[in-house]
């Protein structure tokens, strides 16, 4: 199939969302909003992909709640997925000057959107995320590197042996975790922001360039018409994946699996 055939295909699966679903997806967040203000948030904010304008028709609804008890709820709203993060202004602080999460959180909270916010959470946190700069968390951005360094030491030296015992499985598992944990290192190293990881992988190549972006696309099985063909088993292992464990689902759990199965899976419609 011609690169531009399958590029179409899987477009026409998930298209950037148009007026109605960026106006529908907001109606559907300003409903969740009300039902966990009414169990007494304090704040409500939207997230990712809606709140920065680039959603596409499957992206899911990306929620922080402040002032319940800490957990993620995943929620059913037809046609779209909705993830609340139950978070605090504490743990969201933290979040600002760590280096595993900055990277990701500065600009999530630059462009998020409260829903609620009588308190004035979401506010402080946006004027927090503006005022960031990498030279007040320099020395524990380096620190956080050296430690990953060496803890991945271990997962390459597995890699090398899964690849002399000819396990193949466990030496592509350990080149899959390679690829991608290495990149946010690399990344912290740079000291990058990244809107999400969807865009992620790509501008980390970007920025490196040279020989680090060019192993990195091997390691991903980029080159060689290699990727297109393992992302649809990857995709058909999910399906596969959520035959054998259907059982195990409740209700709404069932039909965002479902919903999920459509839109990767066979039959293309």
């Known amino acids: 199939m011609a690169r531009s055939n399958v590029r179409r295909e899987w477009h026409l699966r998930d298209p950037p969302a148009g007026v109605a679903g960026r106006r529908r997806a907001r109606a559907v967040a300003e409903s969740v909003a009300d039902e966990y203000e009414k169990q007494?948030?304090?704040?409500?904010?939207?997230?990712?992909?809606?709140?920065?304008?680039?959603?596409?028709?499957?992206?899911?609804?990306?929620?922080?709640?402040?002032?319940?008890?800490?957990?993620?709820?995943?929620?059913?709203?037809?046609?779209?997925?909705?993830?609340v993060k139950k978070t605090s202004e504490r743990s969201e602080r933290r979040k600002l000057a760590r280096p595993p999460h900055v990277g990701g959180s500065v600009p999530g909270w630059r462009a998020a959107r409260p829903l609620r916010d009588p308190d004035g959470v979401?506010?402080?946190?946006?004027?927090?995320?503006?005022?960031?700069?990498?030279?007040?968390?320099?020395?524990?951005?380096?620190?956080?590197?050296a430690e990953q360094m060496v803890g991945w030491a271990e997962e390459a030296v597995k890699l090398v042996r899964g690849l002399a015992t000819g396990q193949d499985a466990t030496a592509a598992v350990q080149r899959d975790l390679l690829a991608e944990h290495l990149g946010f290192v690399m990344a912290i190293h740079r000291r990058m922001?990244?809107?999400?990881?969807?865009?992620?992988?790509?501008?980390?190549?970007?920025?490196?360039?040279?020989?680090?972006?060019?192993?990195?696309?091997?390691?991903?099985?980029?080159?060689?018409?290699?990727?297109?063909?393992?992302?649809r088993a990857a995709l058909r292992?999910?399906?596969?994946?959520?035959?054998?464990?259907?059982?195990?689902?409740?209700?709404?759990?069932?039909?965002?699996?479902?919903?999920?199965?459509?839109?990767?899976?066979?039959?293309?419609?």
């Open 40 to 83: 007494g948030a304090r704040a409500v904010v939207l997230g990712g992909s809606w709140a920065r304008g680039d959603a596409h028709r499957e992206s899911d609804i990306d929620l922080w709640v402040f002032g319940l008890r800490a957990g993620d709820d995943v929620l059913w709203r037809p046609p779209f997925v909705v993830t």
């Open 122 to 145: 979401a506010h402080r946190l946006k004027t927090a995320a503006r005022a960031f700069r990498w030279t007040a968390i320099s020395r524990r951005c380096d620190r956080w590197v």
């Open 193 to 231: 922001f990244w809107d999400s990881e969807n865009e992620f992988w790509e501008r980390i190549g970007r920025v490196v360039g040279g020989p680090w972006a060019r192993a990195q696309r091997f390691a991903l099985g980029i080159p060689g018409n290699r990727l297109e063909p393992s992302c």
């Open 237 to 269: 292992l999910y399906v596969l994946t959520a035959r054998e464990t259907w059982s195990t689902l409740d209700v709404p759990q069932r039909e965002i699996v479902a919903h999920t199965c459509r839109v990767v899976g066979p039959p293309f419609a």
